[in-house]
């Protein structure tokens, strides 16, 4: 009978210890996740404004407008992976959405440092023949 009151005892105990480190370890993970907060943006960084809405220019075509940044494509971890371009149609009507990774664009400020000027290697024939952004393939 002493065998099994120190087993149920040990058990009782072991099961005690456990629901405590599982509380602790709940509460670490509540406080180790507190906001940070910025009241300037940190030199060197954009708004995802400054590119949405922007012109793609051809750096093949003259520096011809070949298209507008509709949306980004970001990442987990927060990085841009792609910006997407609509080209084609006109007034928006029988434009397409075509994703050019980022590395693949160039990115500098205009002479009054005020805009972002966006250019990529490739033409307005070539983005209106790449195959169309599906943003929601599942559906």
Known sequence: MKT??????????????????????????????EATYLNVAPQGTFHADDLTGNNVRSSVENDEEIGTISDLVIDEDGQIVAVVVSVGGFMGMGDKDVAIEWDSLELTQDEDGDDYVIRVSATQEALEEAEEYDRDPAS
Do not use: H, Q
């Not at 005892?9 to 709940?26: D, E, K, N, R, Y």
């Open 4 to 33: 099994v009151k120190t087993v149920l005892l040990g058990s009782l105990m072991a099961s005690a210890f456990a629901l405590t480190a599982a509380t602790a370890s709940a509460e670490e993970n509540t406080t180790a996740m």
